[in-house]
């Protein structure tokens, strides 16, 4: 039987490369969104991958949110890549506590959120994979994302931590931290700011969400069971320590 898979905000962006990547590699995937029925809609019908629509930063809706896509797809769910972010950026003397706790809640308390609605699962059926999507700018910080690189930083943390409660249950737990890859999200930043980004990265170009998406279904792989508790950096190089 296939394993059931969750991607968040897995419609659009990387999380849709990621959805698609574990669909073709013979998983069951439910990929969730939060606002946009229209694009949730149209990428549903052009690869066949359900779709679910919650908020991720609001616990009680993961609950019902995994209770119905178990029921759907027919399975415990095995694998969750934890994806679904936002920005607001502003220099903290201008952030606004609600653009600071919006952003810590969808990027980072979500994780506790999906986890810990399937560690349990996990943990019975003795399989789990788990990848959290960080963010180079989790690693290096970066100027008007205070709120932001905390969240993605938090991830990195998190990761860690988690990694180790469960390991010994067949259960692995990583991050990838893009770095600047060519979503409508980077897109959406200044051209000139973009091009002085662009000159930093050593290949010389954006990262591909498919780039993010081919890493993503190696570690959740049954075979990659040996990586646990990892950061894989997938940047072009332009952050290395």
């Known amino acids: 039987m296939s394993r059931v898979g969750i991607v968040t905000g897995g419609t659009r962006g990387i999380g849709r490369a990621i959805s698609i990547e ?3 590699a013979g998983y069951k995937v439910a990929a969730t969104y939060a606002s946009d029925d229209q694009a949730a809609e149209e990428f549903s019908n052009a690869t066949g991958i359900s779709v679910f629509k919650f908020d991720v930063a609001v616990f009680d809706e993961c609950v019902a949110a995994v209770k119905k896509i178990v029921q759907e797809l027919g399975g415990p769910v095995q694998i969750l890549i934890n994806n679904a972010g936002i920005t607001r950026d502003n220099t903290l003397h201008r952030m606004s506590f609600d653009d600071w706790n919006t952003v810590v809640q969808t990027n980072l308390t979500s994780c506790y959120n999906m986890c810990r609605n399937v560690i349990e699962g996990m943990r019975e059926s003795g399989f789990g994979r788990i990848v959290n999507i960080g963010s180079i700018n989790g690693q290096a910080g970066q100027y008007g994302q205070v709120n ?14 988690l990694a ?5 249950k067949g259960i692995t737990v990583n991050a990838i931290a893009p770095g600047y890859v060519d979503t409508d999200m980077v897109r959406a930043v200044p051209e000139k700011v973009l091009e002085k980004i662009i000159a930093k990265i ?3 170009r954006l990262g591909y969400a498919s780039d993010i998406a081919h890493a993503t279904g190696f570690l959740v792989e049954e075979r990659s069971s040996f990586i646990t508790g990892s950061t894989l950096s997938i940047n072009g190089g332009q952050h290395m320590y």
């Open 22 to 24: 574990l669909n073709e």
């Open 148 to 161: 932001y690189a905390a969240a993605k930083s938090g991830i990195h943390g998190f990761t860690k931590a």
């Open 164 to 168: 180790q409660e469960n390991a010994a």
């Open 202 to 204: 050593p290949v010389g």
